[in-house]
């Protein structure tokens, strides 16, 4: 697991996916996160805007990321 450190309260999904270098693009963000493909906290996340906090933990192609 991969501890991914925010300076803010929260960050949103996909910012997240493009600010811990899993995906380089947003759009490419977008496409996984509608398409079922990402995890938040050990369930499927089908919003992009979900908002992330401290001690989520995300799931995306065999990887998991902590934020603190």
Same mark, same amino acid.
């Given at each position: 697991?991969?501890?991914?450190?925010? !300076?803010?309260?929260?960050?949103?999904?996909?910012?997240?996916?493009?600010?811990?270098?899993?995906?380089?693009?947003?759009? !490419?963000?977008?496409?996984? =996160? %509608?398409? /079922?493909?990402?995890?938040?906290?050990? %369930?499927? !996340?089908?919003?992009?805007?979900?908002?992330?906090?401290? /001690?989520?933990?995300?799931?995306? !192609?065999?990887?998991?990321?902590? =934020?603190?």
């Amino acid at each position: 697991m991969k501890d991914i450190k925010i !300076e803010t309260e929260f960050i949103k999904l996909d910012s997240f996916l493009k600010w811990s270098g899993a995906v380089s693009l947003g759009s !490419e963000a977008k496409m996984f =996160i %509608q398409d /079922g493909q990402v995890k938040v906290n050990g %369930q499927v !996340e089908l919003q992009r805007g979900k908002k992330l906090r401290k /001690g989520d933990i995300i799931e995306f !192609e065999e990887s998991a990321y902590r =934020i603190c």
